[in-house]
Nanobody
């Protein structure tokens, strides 16, 4: 499977962006999809996850209430980002694996098991200026 993240760009603080994750090569709709980000000099962190059927959503504390994840199951998952802050600046990645539920990857627990995500997109850069 190949994933491609797009939609990044330069935006002022308080602005919005919508990221898209497109998949090819497998039944994308059958598996949970996560969004992650990595800022310069920092470790990659989980941002959000949506279950295969779209009924379970997870967000990190830092984006809760500002970001919304969704999927149309026609091979795309979206991350709507609003009220962007300079600290949201990072390369954003989408990823998927073989799990149906986000909880299987650790979402909702103390750690997210990124190693269980077998397929990663190339990342899209989001830069938020102050």
């Amino acid at each position: 499977v190949q994933l491609q993240a797009s939609g990044g760009g330069l935006v002022q603080a308080g602005g919005s962006l919508r990221l898209s994750c497109a998949a090819s090569g497998r039944a994308f709709s059958r598996f949970a999809v996560g969004w992650f980000r990595q800022a310069p000099g920092k470790e990659r962190e989980g941002v959000s996850c949506i279950s295969a059927h779209g009924g379970s959503l997870y967000y990190s504390d830092s984006v809760q209430g500002r970001f919304t994840i969704s999927r149309d199951n026609a091979k795309k998952v979206y991350l709507q980002m609003t009220s962007l802050k300079p600290e949201d600046t990072a390369v954003y990645y989408c990823a998927t694996g073989t799990g149906f539920y986000c909880s299987g990857y650790g979402w909702g627990g103390s750690s997210i098991y990124m190693e269980l995500y077998k397929y990663w997109g190339q990342g899209t850069l989001v830069t938020v200026s102050s």
